[in-house]
């Protein structure tokens, strides 16, 4: 089943913890990108990549980190965890092939973060 | 600089009768225009998009959106709700002219249908 999966789904940490969560695509993506979903905010862009090595900063990447040395994972990192960072965290995919890309994305089920 | 505005928090509609959600877009060049749904505890789902050619355009579920160039507008529409339609939807622009695929989200609307 072609699929985007994130783990864990839930996490509750303290502050300063170091804390990673995985996002994996079985679909053969180049795209990948980070989204914090917030109470009247909507969604909103943390990191992309739009290939393996290749990874840019979107609206919010204060306090994240991501890597991107396999095609199907992007891995989320939060150095230095703080309450702000509590939120909603989806992964997405799409496939790309050149320039802006009219080509919808897959998203993950969400792993939800609570830093005390 | 690319934006979308979702100018509804929240849309009340009677089960069988037609619902609108609206979304209004900026962007520099030619947009590429999507709609997500989102049911509780789910990530987004796609609903449809334009590309280019016919402003109307049909996606799953027995949606809709229309494109409107002069109003920068790409509203949801379908002609008779389910309770089943109640979720969070999200409409989302990239601008064609910009290379580095760049997505901006609205805040969402929340659809509740009412039996």
């Known amino acids: 089943e072609a699929q985007v999966t994130q783990n864990p789904r839930y996490l509750i940490t303290v502050t300063g913890k170091k804390l990673t969560v995985t996002c994996s695509q079985n679909?053969?993506?180049?795209?990948m990108s980070w989204y914090r979903q917030d109470p009247g905010l909507g969604l909103r862009q943390i990191y992309y990549s739009m290939n393996v090595e290749v990874t840019d900063k979107g609206d919010v990447p204060e306090g994240y980190k991501v890597s991107r040395k396999e095609k199907r994972n992007f891995p989320l990192i939060l150095e230095s965890p703080s309450p702000n960072q509590t939120s909603l965290y989806f992964c997405?995919?799409?496939?790309?092939?050149?320039?802006?890309?009219?080509?919808?994305?897959?998203f993950g089920p969400g792993t939800r973060l609570t830093v005390l | 600089a690319q934006s979308v505005a979702q100018p509804e928090d929240q849309v009340n509609v009677a089960e069988g009768n037609p619902l609108t959600v609206k979304c209004t877009y900026s962007v520099s060049g030619n947009p590429y225009l999507f709609w997500y749904v989102q049911y509780p505890n789910r990530g987004l789902q796609f609903l449809l998009k334009y590309i280019t050619g016919d402003n109307l355009v049909k996606g799953s579920y027995g949606f809709e959106a229309e494109f409107n160039k002069s109003q920068t507008s790409f509203h949801l529409k379908k002609p008779s709700a389910l309770v089943s339609d109640s979720a969070l939807y999200f409409c989302a622009v990239r601008d064609r002219m910009n290379r580095d695929d760049k997505i901006i989200f609205g805040k969402g609307t929340r659809l509740h249908i009412l039996p």
């Open positions: 679909m053969n993506h180049e795209y």
């Open positions: 997405a995919s799409s496939p790309r092939r050149s320039g802006a890309s009219h080509n919808e994305q897959f």
